[in-house]
């Protein structure tokens, strides 16, 4: 795995998030017919909050980013994107699985929504995500905190 590493993120990265959605998101997009070039930057800008965002790095560089947003009963794991190159590389397993850990602590639900037919929704599924609902084009998963047993 490479050398990686996490940073909150700030206003400052909100065009190099939207880029990396447009890329990492098109074939999805595409497949779905929902692909538009303006429109998928777009949204990302409109709900980007830096507050509760992390931007990944590999040496250094911009390489993805992800949110987990608080909302009233469970915190949405949300723009959870690695650049393409990076895919398959245990980053993004890293960096979910620590999110997770830190849910799991807090005692809090995780919930998320992803394209249908994306291969992200294996990734999610191996992590405990199990699905809640699903329309046409969305997924939308659920996952249970895990409480660690102590030893007797």
């Not at 800008?45 to 993805?64: D, Q």
């Not at 469970?74 to 190159?85: C, G, I, K, N, R």
Request: charged share 25%.
């Amino acid at each position: 795995m490479a050398d990686w590493g996490m940073r909150p993120a700030s206003v400052a990265d909100v065009e190099a998030v939207a880029e990396l959605r447009a890329v990492v998101m098109r074939a999805d997009l595409e497949r779905l017919g929902r692909y538009d070039e303006q429109r998928v930057r777009q949204r990302l800008r409109n709900g980007f909050a830096p507050a509760h965002t992390w931007v990944i790095e590999v040496g250094g560089a911009f390489a993805g980013c992800v949110a987990l947003r608080p909302a009233e009963d469970a915190h949405w794991l949300e723009h959870f994107y690695l650049a393409p190159h990076l895919q398959g590389s245990g980053i993004g397993t890293a960096v979910l699985r620590g999110l997770l850990e830190r849910c799991d602590r807090e005692g809090t639900l995780v919930r998320l929504d992803v394209l249908q037919g994306s291969p992200a929704r294996r990734l999610y599924e191996r992590h405990g995500f199990v699905l809640e609902t699903e329309d046409p084009v969305d997924v939308f998963m659920v996952r249970e905190p895990v409480v660690a047993v102590a030893d007797a």
